[in-house]
């Protein structure tokens, strides 16, 4: 199989954007249905692993890309329930979407209550598999991409002074700069300078940016 080893991407071309492509791990005790699995995924470009075992998965996660976790939630030993708590236990990042048969119905519910992004019922269809692939680690991205960007924020805000700090608050606040520098006991110029100053640190170019930043990084 072809493919990248670290997590997904989308290509896409200038009207429309192909499926996410990503790290798909199979976690499945029926060798035939995993190979099924593999034949239907690596065709739309994705990167397969197999494991016979919630265990073995588990034992192997430190060295594996991120990316869509397929779990039959019937498994030998650890069930794929438990896998899913397990996974949220550890912190790990892995959208994990279940596999079902007609009778799972309880335990398809109580997976997603536990965490699980989305379910598959056999018999699966390769469409569907693209597409639900697809959502969840569409999903799971958008959520990484936030916790990063809280967390440059964060790393902005630490770098300021508490002058500077204050000056933020009073633009978070909508304040103009005659009132923060009222407020401050500092000249119009001197905010003026400070809030240069916040924009130069944070790359902000509006009082909205500079306020978005702030709320991200918890001030």
């Known amino acids: 199989m072809n493919g990248s080893d670290d997590g997904c991407r989308s290509r896409g071309g200038p009207e429309t954007e192909a499926p996410a492509r990503c790290a798909v791990h199979i976690v499945e005790d029926d060798i035939a249905i995993g190979k099924a699995l593999t034949a239907l995924l690596g065709p739309q470009g994705h990167t397969v692993s197999l494991h016979a075992s919630a ?3 588990l034992d192997g996660l430190p060295n594996l890309p991120t990316g869509c976790v397929l779990v039959d939630i019937r498994l030998p030993g650890m069930s ?9 236990a550890r912190g ?11 009778g799972d119905v ?9 965490g699980a992004a989305d379910y598959l019922q056999k018999p699966i269809r390769a469409a569907r598999l693209a597409e639900t692939i697809a959502q969840a680690w569409t999903e799971q991205t958008d959520i990484l991409g936030q ?6 924020c964060a790393a902005i805000l630490k770098t300021l002074s508490g002058r500077q ?7 978070v606040a909508g304040k103009l700069n005659k009132e923060i520098a009222h407020e401050l006991g500092i000249s119009v110029r001197t905010v003026e300078g400070y809030r240069a100053d916040l924009m130069a640190k944070t790359g902000g170019k509006s009082a909205a940016e500079l306020a978005r930043i702030a709320v991200l990084a918890g001030l």
């Open 80 to 88: 794929g329930l438990e896998l899913i708590k397990q996974l949220k």
């Open 55 to 57: 265990e073995a998965f």
């Open 147 to 152: 916790e990063a960007e809280r967390v440059r």
């Open 106 to 114: 309880d335990l398809v519910v109580e997976a997603m209550k536990s």
């Open 165 to 171: 700090r204050d000056v933020l608050a009073g633009v």
């Open 92 to 102: 790990a990042p892995h959208p994990v979407i279940v596999i079902s048969g007609h």
